[in-house]
């Protein structure tokens, strides 16, 4: 994943969507801040759609807002403890 070209990436992350695997949500927490925005923002998406937890309309925060990440991050570590 770190080496691969953008469409791949992209379209990895999109897959992983369709996994509902909190071990796929915890992967792709660290590229919430990724320094490319298509990739942060579909990453958004993704775990949006995995997790059904929408922290960024929650809080009324930007998607790469470091609370959005931490929310995430908080919300797994519940799930996978439950």
């Given at each position: 994943f770190m080496t691969g070209n953008l469409e791949m990436k992209l379209w990895i992350i999109d897959t992983f969507e369709y996994t509902e695997s909190i071990y796929?949500?915890?992967f792709l927490v660290p590229y919430l801040t990724d320094i490319n925005r298509q990739i942060s923002e579909r990453v958004y998406l993704a775990l949006k759609g995995i997790t059904g937890f929408d922290p960024s309309?929650?809080?009324k925060k930007d998607i790469y807002d470091l609370e959005v990440v931490a929310a995430f991050r908080e919300f797994l570590l519940k799930?996978?403890?439950n």
């Open positions: 796929a949500a915890e309309s929650d809080m799930r996978k403890i």
